[in-house]
């Protein structure tokens, strides 16, 4: 089992930024890639970033490419997203989540096995 707390959710106004952090515990952190999902109201959840392993390769959704960044601190068990720019449509609560098996950074959500509760970020226009 993975256990994964998220952080840093709040209210921003839009073109502010924020740092989401998801802080793991349980198995070895570094055998998992590392994703952030989000879900905003009436939708479905959507892919938001991935990183393999040792944070070589990086995944990103088109529509936040440019503006957030996923990183990973292994000796810290903890995952980040830097969000900047960030507009309206990124309100929604961002979950993190720890996908074993294979290295690759994969933007599917079934193949995730493990999931935080989630932080709640909303960005005001």
């Known amino acids: 089992q993975v256990q994964l707390v998220e952080s840093g959710g709040g209210l921003v106004q839009a073109g502010g930024s924020l740092r989401l952090s998801c802080a793991a515990s349980?198995?070895?952190?570094?055998?998992?890639?590392m994703g952030w999902f989000r879900q905003a109201p009436g939708k479905e959840r959507e892919f938001v970033a991935a990183?393999?392993?040792?944070?070589?390769?990086?995944r990103y959704a088109d529509s936040v490419k440019g503006r957030f960044t996923i990183s990973r601190d292994n000796a810290k068990n903890t995952v980040y997203l830097q969000m900047n720019s960030l507009k309206p449509e990124d309100t929604a609560i961002y979950y993190c989540a720890a996908k074993g098996g294979s290295n690759f950074p994969s933007s599917i959500s079934r193949e995730y096995s493990f999931w935080g509760q989630g932080t709640q970020v909303t960005v005001s226009s």
């Open positions: 990183i393999s392993w040792k944070g070589v390769a990086t």
């Open positions: 349980g198995r070895t952190f570094s055998n998992y890639a």
